[in-house]
């Protein structure tokens, strides 16, 4: 059986000369591998260094396909995505008659024409990804619009969280981000983890302000407590610099790392005790996952569907409005816990991360998707 995937997933050529792209997508495809004879990923590549979170193909039945690089904002750019559409298109065909199945990831800017596209003129089985929210009141024109057209399919669409009132070909389907390797080490660091006098937080994401990181440090700004031990913030984006300087004149520690591949945010999981994730728009955040499965409590957004996962005061805390104010009180619960209450916390999340194995996925799509 092979499989073709259409992405955004932005891919780079390292220092060794070697196909690289976003480490969690890369790790799915090398774990879809092992149920398929061959996947061809077709995505963006793009010039420049490759990010630490970037990760190669671990497997030779993977083949990579690039896409010109499309999206962005500007009249120029969408008058480029028009005019390369149909060349898109035509590298998309080709590589789907040579397959027996797709997948589409959504949201994407590519998604507005090849939506259509796949509904009318492909007639192979296939099914679509959205990663968004899907139940986001007010997204762009372009996400409204391929929300729209997904709901008007004939295949499947999964995504994130259990909504009423769907349409019999929409799913819910949790992100997987796990191995049994994960799961192995994230119950040695489960068993071992404690509350004590230094509590420490991390932050994985961008670093921009839908994901919320300008009010975290704002919020630690006004509490003072000699509980608090690191602030460790993983990830890049545009306020990289600016959150620098403010950091720099708080009295707590918080330490910048970058983009870090997948054994080092491990590490940082294994040495916190929360995950702050106060973002404006999301659909389930694999970070999420992850924390849960190393032992992390989540402080997070109530949107989407995290509160289908995350029950305040059950086993993490949600932010509700997402305010400063509110990320400073459920801050500030977070440092009166107990530490049977943590362990108690710790324990519902690494039973909970199962649903984000490769494993719990796998086994969901073969019984739904019946591709082989």
Known sequence: MK??????????RNKEGTIVGWGPTITELNQLAN??????????????????SSMPYTSNKIKFVALPVLGGKTILSKLKSILLAPRV??????????????????PTGIGVFLIPFLTIFVKKKGWYK????WMQNNPPFGYRLQRWMLKKQRRKVTVNGEWKNQSNNILAFENPCLTQEDRG?????????????????????????NKGIDKIIDAFKEINSDKIGTLHIVG????????????????INIVFYGSLPKERVQEIYKNSHFIILPSLSEGFPKVIGEAMNYGCVPIVSDISCIGQYVKNGNNGFLIDPITIEEIKKEIRKSLTITNKEFKDYISKNYNLAYKFTYDYYLERIKNIFKYN
């Open 35 to 52: 149920d398929f004879d061959q996947i061809t990923h077709v995505a963006m590549f793009y010039k420049g260094e490759s990010p630490q």
């Open 130 to 133: 959205y990663a968004g929210n």
């Open 236 to 251: 890049c984006g545009v306020l990289k610099s600016e959150l620098e300087q403010v950091a720099s004149r708080l009295s």
């Open 185 to 209: 080490v994230g119950e040695a660091y489960c068993n071992h983890k404690n509350i004590n006098e230094n509590i420490n937080y991390c932050f994985v994401g961008g670093l921009n302000n």
């Open 89 to 106: 298109i035509n590298i998309v065909s080709k590589e789907i008659n040579k397959s027996d199945v797709f997948q589409l990831r959504a």
């Open 3 to 12: 499989l073709t995937i259409i992405s955004h997933t932005k891919h780079f």
